[in-house]
Every structure is written in structure tokens, then in C-alpha cells.
């Protein structure tokens, strides 16, 4: 059974960025595809990138596109997503979740999540 640990949000003003990182123990991290989700007050928790098990492949929600990237390390079985030009509508808490497969499929299956991480903007 896979663990996983986000970290490194926190309080940014408007235009800054930050990385956050989710790294897992337990079990097998260079097998799976792995997301970053987020989840805004009142809202439901929505897609917001997603990378193969190789990091060759990535996904995108359209509302992040060109500002974040995700990229991990198979190595130090960590995720990362690197937010740049932060807005306050980006504000949430954000979590990571593994995959059961190694590629990015239309319709994944999860065997993980963590505790999330919270990301707050000022304007």
C-alpha cells in the first residue's frame, strides 16, 4: 500500500509561484501515472494535471495550461507541479493521487491520495 505526502504550498501573493511536491513510500512509485487534483472551498475537487509513469506524457486542465507543469523524479519517488504566475482563483487544496495504471488512460482508476496541501493566493 502506497503513501503519499504533498508539501510546499502555502500563502503567495498574486503572480508568485510555488512547488509543490507529493512523494510516496510504501510501494511501487515508478509504475504508476500519478495527478495533481485540487479542491476550492465549496466546490468539487477538480482535475488539474496528470504524468506518465515515465514523465513523457502529460495532461493538462485548460485553466493551468502555460503556467503549471508537472514533472517528477522516479528516483526520489516524488511528484512535483511547478505553479507560476499564481492568481487568486488557483486558491485550494491541492492532492496528489497515483494511478493504477503506467499510462494516461480517458477514464483512470486511483489507488492512492494524499492529505492535500493548502495553496492560498492574495490579491
Known amino acids: 500500500q502506497v503513501q503519499l505526502v504533498e508539501s510546499g504550498g502555502g500563502l503567495v501573493q498574486t503572480g508568485g509561484s510555488l512547488r509543490l511536491s507529493c512523494t510516496a513510500s510504501?510501494?511501487?512509485?515508478?509504475?504508476?501515472?500519478m495527478d495533481w487534483y485540487r479542491q476550492a472551498p465549496g466546490k468539487e475537487r477538480e482535475f488539474v494535471a496528470a504524468i506518465s509513469w515515465s514523465g513523457t506524457s502529460t495532461k493538462y486542465a485548460d485553466s493551468v495550461k502555460g503556467r503549471f507543469t508537472i514533472f517528477r523524479d522516479n528516483t526520489e519517488k516524488t511528484m512535483f507541479l511547478q505553479m507560476n504566475n499564481l492568481q487568486p482563483e488557483v486558491t485550494a487544496v491541492y492532492y496528489c493521487a497515483q494511478r493504477m495504471h503506467p499510462y494516461l488512460t480517458a477514464s483512470p482508476s486511483y489507488s492512492a491520495w494524499g492529505q492535500g496541501t493548502q495553496v492560498t493566493v492574495s490579491s
Open positions: 510504501g510501494s511501487t512509485f515508478s509504475g504508476h501515472s
